[in-house]
Every structure is written in structure tokens, then in C-alpha cells.
């Protein structure tokens, strides 16, 4: 018997401009979310940092990210490891960058991994496994 439904490819991932805003939204606030963790003994200091760290996240992802992962996109480049990889990578970075402090690896070491969190989910919400619609597959198996 044939199959109905075609197994996906990794070649098969896709985004349009909805779900990839999406994806930078929920990337946005879960970076927002990780950093704001250690605020919530403070109650609604957690909350405020939580405000104060979105839209920084979203232009981050918006001026470096985005731009970073149309070009590895174009290569080919679209999986979900390679967007973590790039996430910490480019949070660690820009903390390192900017940072003058005496505790800047450990501090961009804890963004790094709110970057990799943040990717994560993003790239969860943006891409999507192309199947055709059902009534495409069933016409591709019975002609």
C-alpha cells in the first residue's frame, strides 16, 4: 500500500513573513523571559525587566539576527541546531562587545544560553514541515 502522506525532507522547510514574524516575536520574549528569571523574587521587578528586555531582544533580532539568518538561509542553512548555534553565538557576542565589566564571560555565557533558548522557540514557531494538502496527496497516489 502506498503511503498518503510523503515523509519530509529537511530540504522541505519553509517560512513565509507571518511565521517567520512570529518566530522573532517568540524569540523576543523568550530571550526576555530567561533574562527576567532572576528578577521574580523581586515580584514585579521581574515584570519590568521582563517589559525593558523585549524590545531590546526584538531589535537585536531584528538588526543582527535576521539579516544573518536570510544569508545562511540562502546557503541552505535552515535547521534548528544551526539557529541555536547562531543564537548563542550572536547574544554571547554582543554581550562580550559591549560589556567592560570583570564578569563578562559569565555574564555572556547566561545570555548566550537565553540566545539559544530564544532561537529554539523561534525557529520552532517560524518553520514548518512543507506537506502538500491532503487532497494532493491522495491525488498523487491515485492518479
Do not use: C
Not at 7 to 29: E, M, N, Q, V
Not at 96 to 110: E, K, N, P, Y
Amino acid at each position: 500500500m502506498l503511503p498518503l502522506v510523503r515523509k519530509p525532507t529537511l530540504t522541505d522547510r519553509r517560512t513565509d513573513f507571518r511565521h517567520f514574524s512570529l518566530g522573532l516575536i517568540a524569540a523576543a520574549a523568550t530571550g526576555a523571559g530567561v533574562v527576567s528569571l532572576p528578577f521574580l523574587i523581586g515580584g514585579p521587578v521581574a515584570i519590568l525587566a521582563f517589559l525593558f528586555a523585549v524590545p531590546i531582544w526584538g531589535v537585536g533580532l531584528m538588526v543582527l539576527g535576521a539579516p544573518i539568518w536570510f544569508a545562511l538561509s540562502a546557503f541552505g542553512i535552515r535547521s534548528r541546531g544551526a539557529a541555536t548555534l547562531l543564537g548563542a553565538v550572536l547574544s554571547g557576542g554582543v554581550v562580550l562587545a559591549i560589556d567592560r565589566s570583570g564578569l563578562g564571560l559569565v555574564i555572556a555565557m547566561l545570555v548566550a544560553l537565553a540566545g539559544m533558548l530564544a532561537a529554539f522557540a523561534g525557529w520552532g514557531v517560524a518553520y514548518r514541515t512543507a506537506v502538500p494538502p491532503r487532497e494532493h496527496q491522495i491525488n498523487e497516489v491515485f492518479g
